[in-house]
């Protein structure tokens, strides 16, 4: 489970062509990636002349006064973004899509990702006299756009890209063309589906379901698609490399209902609850999730175990985002706004709490301790996923390696931290096994975050954390 | 499922005695009770002297501007209020608590419920001169209240009450006294609880579980409780009259970890679900719930027909309340907008997708379109109450009897209008002797909505469906 | 001058019969009054069988969220009101018009004015069993009105308000008829007007000029009119009593193009100057005003002393009225805020400066030593009223007694504070004799707020100030 | 006179260095300059390491929820920015000051003026791989700036300004300068404070008076001030020009008890009416202005021609700024909302109506029928400036050419229009001899918008027309 005070950076980006509703196809689309990224949205829409465009802070419903801004942008082709923030300094500057003029006209871009060399990319543009109004990894592509002597958009686009490396599934929307852009080892999804004549570009498959949209394949790693009134045409722009799809769509991400990487989630999610009841099976009378995103994982588990799943907690939706901070003396109350335990669910039961990760453990910790209070004899929790140990530089805004409490604990430590009988995480063999097991095949997985393995040395570690995606 | 168009008047009420911080437990007790009301939310809070309150439109978040309007309110004894709203006229004059001078200083009302015999009793109060600001019950026992001729508050309150009929869970606070009443028939539940020195009365427990408040027991039908520096004293100044509590709290309202009538409602869904398997087997692979308010009937229904409960339909709960409605274009993507089918675990199952309930059926209709057309190769309704047919006069804003899609249809027909494999209802009779079995014994049971048998005749029937909770 | 720390209870009232957009114009007209009120507007319109209303806080133009509210208000008859607010507790609660139902229906009435015997009617009320929602006057008169046995409205409102003493122009809105009503004594004003085969009723004429109504007359002392589908009649239902014209309309309150108690505001002011120059000569090279509201007078006192009139404060119209407080240290810049002195005019020469009052006198003090700091060589006051001595009962809030800086304070002294060379009021006699010279004939003035001649002795002078207008 | 509905392009900004209340002044000093800016304001501040900034939509008041937002931008010097929109398309993003990161660190910047050669720069820019995020004229500076090879700031600044051409008084932040330039023209005022130990610049003294800072002198036309922790250095970075002074301030722009270009600017609007009265004596028994802005010019008038000043005309000050349109049967009201007519002093008199200055005329055609319409007997209309005819290419938004009722119809023609039964326009030598004779020795005035003698000759006009100051 991720807690609330360890919100981490990871967008969702749509794109579309070829419908005269296209504004409101793509308010629709990023409404079902809201969950990829709920401080600001953004998109931008082109009529074949010009683009005009809609940021503002907030959930999409709100960011755009309920559909009412949507009305106003007219044209068929268009992109959007959902931004996840990192700081608490965020504000609508850094909102996507980021949108500029240049000499071949004006230019949007929406990205999902981290760049690893932007640190050094940035100090050389400056040098020769660029200026920069954000931190954003997009503001540095769109320069490096600029400065290419390529003849053509999607040429200039490839030539910028080759010059960062990092993490990045990205759309792009001149006044005539649509592009979307995925690194060469995939880090990140990108799906490419069909409204009638319409194309679309989508972060995750659950962006097609609302509007209907059929899905076609993924763009695949180091893939260029471009999308103009001729039509659709692929490019490989980039050297090859090892794919390293980030495994943590599958175990949090992710829709449920979604695909991404070729694969529905949902499967994957209950796949490793499975595994994670064989490597840590327990004797206990009840399975329950922490709500909502454990719950598939949690109902393999019980499948896989024989132990009876049950709803023992309840998770208050209404809960604001931008509740105000009890005082001190209220502070034990914080949990319990969130999560409701059901007493005659958990009283007298020995109870298995299954979560998909920990990042602090503070409001797992918490969660035990209601649990407890609500009268389970035993409470054993059992996590769907690997410890985490190491950054991610790639896009997932994880706390720094002193705040990842498996970065420096073992695991008998954390089971006391959080007061639990017994803990188990999923293994990283075993997750990977089922990743190749269950996953389209060629597809290799990104495992840095647990095991130290990182695909793509980051040039400045320190320095990636204080950018933005 | 009650459908968003068919939204339901029923309220939650809140009191407390004793505690410095009556304003934020108010708060809390609220928020834990959002979801019987979320239209508007009001706090009136007594030092001792003076009663000061603060009502607002909408969450109880936003009505209190995230918490902060509560730190103007000073005393130690509060009520509050959520309201949910029938009309579209809703407006800021009609959110509770009602506060008014009489001539015994201040008075603050909070209601939950009913009142069958209104229009005489506004008639004739207009004729002796009385003038109303709003059509809410609460106003006319405030009349009552302040035209009797009693010598103490509850002495006057008791009088008001004894001149209305219907349902009503209420509570008032004076300068100096906290005074909660329960209709005869015990229709719409109220608890009694303590945290520390404190008294505490709430529609339902959770709203004690929130603040660790400890659960006393409920208050009596036709009791009155009156909580002041002297203590609490409980009088009896009704007649006695048969228990006639709604069973739909079981069915609906009570939020699953909350003890309503003296149990927990949690334990009569399951109950509730494994009957329906009893009375409606089926030949199916596996067991889905219309999230959330029917998961716990689903889990229910698993168990008894051994068969596999899954999440099949995940539920966005990003949409906000106020969405633009799409165009006429877009309407088919309503009901996306907020279920997610898991086509992962629909394709080519045998589905039997649990609700809780119909009203009219429209958004069923659709649900059983997006199983299908996720892959399911059966759909098969299984409502875990019986149907309703019949209007609520005790403060459950049901539809006219046109639009209850059971009252002039029978089951068969409803099937075909759902595009379902088959339906099957909850019986009344099984209904009933679950609530026997497992409810706190003495407990009787209101089902006029579904068998049309009255505990009280309302005065005007047509008449009641204006008039506001 | 009133400074903003002062401000003072006045309304205004604004009724049409017969024009399809009585509610557009309703808005015009309160827009036009917007002087007499800047805390709350509201409006009630009825199309014949239906009352509907709309209330909120702010400027006209706010409240109505510029005139879109206005479009749902359907009818041809309207009443509206703009509210001071005399305390900083208020409310949208205390807007009017005040609206109830009582036996005949709906009732809404919107209220100038300050009753005087409020406050046994009140407690008698109370005995009786009523109960109150408010403060305000307006609900004391609507209970009358319940109460009375009179057969049909007019004769009910009549019954009432003879119950009543003190100050009043009141206007009634039922289902079909539009009601006004001025007591015996005139204190505040009341203007009929013709717009095509409309009729209105307005505070002042500037509400009828705003949409070209006509002016017919002024509603008399003690004149009920009542205008429904039959026309316009008259009624004269109270004892006749001496007249008594609140003066400080014609000194401040009414809009210098606006026509009240049968005559131009502006007029008087430019007397009152005259009057001033000819009591209290000076030798000065210029004369300036006080702007916005001094500036007739300072030019009737140029005009007669033959003094040069200048613009020598520009006022900053853009001030916010929630402008946050500047802290300690930024206390001096509070008055540099609102006005600024013209170097230019002021340098080295001898002004006079014109106000319409004193108050307390803190913003005058400041007033000086701008005007000195910007190089005036003398500086002399002028005011064009005599001092204000007495607190005022009939509708206006100036300050209890002991802050009114004449009412315990000498000329001398005053002028001593104000830092002023000299210090000249206009004195009571010349007052008089000017409101008796250019006013309507047979119009005779209040004057108790300088004299303490009281026309209608209060019941309760404390209780009195807390009672809204 | 402006009408509403033919705003101008016109800025105001501020700047101080070595106030720990930097933000705080800043905020006081935009607040005295509203007038010149009602679109947006902003400011950024430095704590000497890092700029922080705020920018928001609406006055100023608003634009900083009425000062809250100050206080959370700490440090010891600031800029900030006005803004006045040509476009209905304003946003945000065009507010300023404009900030960027380039190779020297953070640097802010507001401008007041308008760059003549953009187009051209706009062009090679992006050839050579710029890229732009808004139309403004400062992101073209700082572009110049990041490419500059100079070896400090202030070289920097001076080399990227001889790159353009046109009007501007522009300010500039870094982490530890202020920095403040003047065109070599002075088209646009900007003068020079001191508070303490404190350095302030602002387009008009009224900047200065507000927080009681002490004008030291005018910023020279084609000078450059450095203000550091060194003190205060100027410099002469351009070839000198001939002065070019905007008339137009002194005519309408600044406030009239501002500095500007030396001079207060009330004087010369006295002289001007005086001057205006010789060219266009008249046979009239009143003179009155259109308030505010024509007040001083119309006293002037009165002096030179000895006929008597009045209020005709009463402004209102609640006109919000959004009103909504009254629909078309209420077209005639709109002037009616803004001003109201006095009848007692208009009435059988032949009125003198002076106004500043004529774009399309709408509004004063208007006028003339209300005056006349309250009863006056002859309205001679009197405009204290000549008739304009071009349009302004350093930094004033007026209608392009085809809409200044000037540029294609003859006086007479005007009056014709008007409905006036004569028409004077101050000459345009009388004009530039007033100038001359009273402003400060040496300076030059711009008389383009009347005369078509522009200094500059812009690179493209109706280009010009499409970027914003």
């Given at each position: 489970m991720w807690e609330d005070d360890e919100i981490r950076e990871e967008c969702g980006v749509f794109g579309v062509y070829g419908d005269p509703a296209a504004a409101r196809l793509t308010f629709l689309g990023l409404y079902a990636l809201q969950h990829r990224g709920q401080e600001s949205s953004g998109m931008a829409v082109s009529d074949g002349h010009h683009i005009a465009s809609h940021r503002a802070m907030g959930l999409v419903s709100e960011a755009y006064d309920h559909g009412e801004?949507?009305?106003?942008?007219?044209?068929?082709m268009a992109i959007g973004h959902n931004r996840y923030s990192t700081t608490g300094t965020s504000n609508v500057d850094n909102a996507q899509p980021f949108m500029v003029n240049f000499k071949r006209g004006q230019l949007a871009t929406a990205h999902n990702g981290n760049f690893t060399n932007t640190g050094a990319l940035h100090l050389s543009m400056e040098e020769t006299g660029s200026i920069f109004r954000t931190s954003s990894d997009s503001e540095i592509v769109l320069h490096l756009i600029a400065r290419s002597?390529?003849?053509d958009l999607p040429g200039m686009i490839a030539d910028a890209l080759r010059q960062v490396e990092g993490a990045y599934s990205i759309v792009f929307l001149s006044d005539s063309q649509l592009i979307g852009v995925r690194d060469p080892r995939g880090f990140r999804p990108l799906c490419l589906g069909r409204l009638g004549d319409a194309h679309v570009l989508a972060s995750e498959t659950c962006a097609f379901d609302i509007m209907k949209a059929e899905y076609v394949r993924e763009v695949k790693p180091g893939e260029m698609v471009v999308i103009d009134e001729e039509g659709i045409r692929s490019f490989f722009p980039f050297e090859e490399a090892e794919p390293a799809a980030c495994i943590f769509e599958y175990i949090y991400f992710a829709r449920p209902d979604s695909k991404v990487f070729g694969e529905n989630s949902d499967k994957f999610r209950r796949r490793f609850g499975r595994q994670l009841a064989e490597e840590h099976p327990v004797d206990a009378d009840i399975v329950i999730a922490v709500p909502d995103s454990a719950t598939t994982a949690a109902l393999g588990y019980s499948e896989q175990s024989g132990i009876r799943f049950e709803i023992g907690l309840i998770r208050n939706h209404y809960v604001g985002r931008s509740f105000i901070d009890p005082d001190q003396s209220m502070r034990e109350f914080t949990v319990r706004l969130k999560y409701n335990p059901v007493q005659g669910v958990l009283r007298n039961r020995r109870v298995v709490l299954v979560d998909d990760s920990i990042v602090r453990g503070t409001t797992l910790n918490q969660l035990v301790r209601l649990i407890r209070g609500a009268g389970a004899s035993e409470v054993h929790v059992r996590i769907?996923?690997?410890?985490?140990?190491h950054p991610c530089y790639y896009g997932i805004d994880m706390q720094s390696r002193g705040e990842l409490i498996a970065s420096q604990t073992r695991v008998e430590e954390i089971r006391q931290y959080l007061g639990a009988d017994s803990l188990g995480y999923l293994s990283i063999e075993g997750m990977v096994k089922t990743g190749k097991e269950?996953?389209?095949?060629g597809v290799g997985y990104c495992t840095a975050c647990f095991s130290g393995d990182y695909p793509v040395i980051p040039e400045d570690s320190l320095n990636k954390l204080m950018l933005e995606s």
């Open positions: 801004r949507v009305n106003d942008l007219e044209g068929h002597n390529e003849s769907s996923s690997p410890p985490i140990r269950y996953g389209k095949p």
